[in-house]
């Protein structure tokens, strides 16, 4: 069976940490960034479905 495409270990290597430091920001995004924005909006007086859609969007 040969394999689809051939790419080398080496270089599936040399860009881990480049998506390591991508994933753990995206992470950070996700899991505190939008959780504050969604606080915020709730505490100057939006609605819940509107907090949704700017935590989502920011």
Do not use: C, H
Request: positive net charge; hydrophobic residues 50%; proline residues 3%.
């Amino acid at each position: 069976m040969q394999a689809v495409l051939q790419v080398p270990i080496e270089s599936v290597y040399a860009d881990l940490p480049v998506f390591v430091v991508l994933a753990v920001w995206n992470l950070f995004v996700l899991f505190v960034i939008s959780k504050k924005v969604y606080e915020f909006s709730l505490k100057k007086g939006r609605s819940t479905s509107s907090s949704m859609y700017f935590s989502r969007e920011y």
